[in-house]
């Protein structure tokens, strides 16, 4: 499903956002059991305009009456708040600021009794497990939902080396586990943090708190699915069982459907901001940030920071698109007002591209890869209309500007 100018599909001329640095080579989001090596990827919304459409829900974010937005939680809370001990919300995360800063609001503020639960990263990170624990220690229940080592590990090698996305098999494990949760402790609202159309997906998927079923479960038993970009029928032949897939595999719609269970984006109710999310998490839960100072490939040092996986996560995504962890979060903070694009530019020019080399041997050794592989796929990813080897070193050929 590529062209002979680009590989993924991806729009072969290059624009970047006018107010922020997103190009729209942004993958936009998608169900990850749905996509294979053929599936071309979906990217973020442009205005004729050339400004993206997160920007210009930021912007339409200052006009929302909050007062209302507040009322309107207030009311779901008081349908599904609980007096008798029992659970009545579900928060899934992994004791990072987002899901430190909504399960304490809502416990707090709004006097709901959260379940946490959390789909274990691939490897803590020591100041990821310290947060985690520091989490549940402030006072909620958690649940630690740890998947099958060895059919994580080769989930992941195959969708590296498939996808060129390692990081696949957590999202998957994310948006299934909370549902499932739900379910089985009858619990009818989740509660997520941040909606992804806030950072990188349409204006119109702003309009509803709610999530869109269609990221955890599947219309029919005959709905195609793969993993780590592999089809189903096929996962046998790579060692991992039908029987051992059960946490990955979405549920049907219609047995979701008949459980009334309704799940929402935080953000939807509040003026949501990362950087709010980490000073309240620090000052409620004694959240760390990376005491190594910033993260590899970024200025900032309080994203993302519980997996050892996450630089490798941000660099693969930097190989596809030509954008990596620094432009991820200076969008957001171009949004939010806390840096200038010329700022945010520089920071890009700066940091994007850093290869995560700390965690680098270890990864390869969990995904039982070797490094010449490693690099046979990295270089193997690149499309030729956003990168170029003509001198023998790769260069990116639209840096932002």
Request: charged share 25%.
């Amino acid at each position: 499903m590529e062209n002979t100018a680009t590989k993924w599909g991806l729009p072969e001329k290059v624009i970047f956002c006018k107010r922020c640095v997103m190009s729209n080579q942004r993958p936009a989001s998608a169900p990850e059991f749905r996509k294979d090596s053929e599936m071309p990827v979906v990217t973020s919304s442009f205005g004729d305009d050339g400004i993206c459409d997160a920007c210009r829900y930021a912007e339409f974010k200052k006009t929302i009456d909050l007062d209302d937005r507040d009322r309107q939680l207030r009311e779901l809370c008081d349908r599904h708040r609980r007096d008798d001990g029992r659970y009545d919300v579900v928060v899934p995360g992994s004791g990072g600021k987002d899901s430190i800063f909504v399960s304490h609001m809502l416990k707090t503020k709004y006097n709901m009794n959260p379940l946490t639960i959390t789909w274990a990263p691939h490897i803590y990170t020591e100041v990821g497990w310290r947060n985690m624990q520091s989490w549940i220690h402030e006072g909620f229940d958690n649940i630690l939902v740890t998947p099958n080592g060895k059919v994580h590990r080769t989930l992941t090698r195959l969708a590296f080396e498939t996808l060129v996305n390692p990081f696949q098999p957590f999202i998957i494990g994310q948006k299934n586990v909370a549902p499932r949760a739900a379910m089985q402790y009858d619990v009818n609202l989740i509660m997520y943090g941040e909606n992804q159309a806030e950072c990188h997906d349409s204006f119109e998927q702003n309009a509803s708190p709610l999530m869109d079923p269609a990221h955890f479960t599947r219309d029919s038993t005959s709905d195609p699915l793969f993993f780590g970009g592999v089809p189903y029928e096929e996962l046998p032949n790579e060692g991992v069982s039908h029987k051992d897939i059960g946490p990955y595999m979405p549920m049907l719609r219609e047995e979701w459907d008949k459980k009334n269970i309704e799940v929402h984006y935080f953000s939807y109710y509040t003026n949501w901001s990362p950087q709010t999310s980490y000073y309240y998490a620090k000052e409620n839960a004694g959240f760390e940030s990376n005491p190594a100072g910033r993260s590899e490939g970024t200025y900032s040092k309080h994203t993302s920071i519980d997996d050892r996986i996450d630089g490798q996560h941000y660099y693969t995504m930097y190989i596809k698109f030509g954008q990596g962890r620094a432009m991820n979060d200076a969008c957001r903070d171009i949004r939010d007002e806390i840096i200038s694009r010329e700022e945010a530019v520089a920071l890009c020019h700066r940091f994007d591209g850093e290869f995560p080399s700390k965690y680098f041997a270890e990864i390869l050794e969990y995904m039982g890869v070797s490094k010449e592989r490693y690099w046979e796929v990295i270089d193997g990813a690149r499309s030729p209309h956003l990168w170029d080897d003509g001198q023998g070193e790769w260069v990116l050929k639209h840096p932002i500007a």
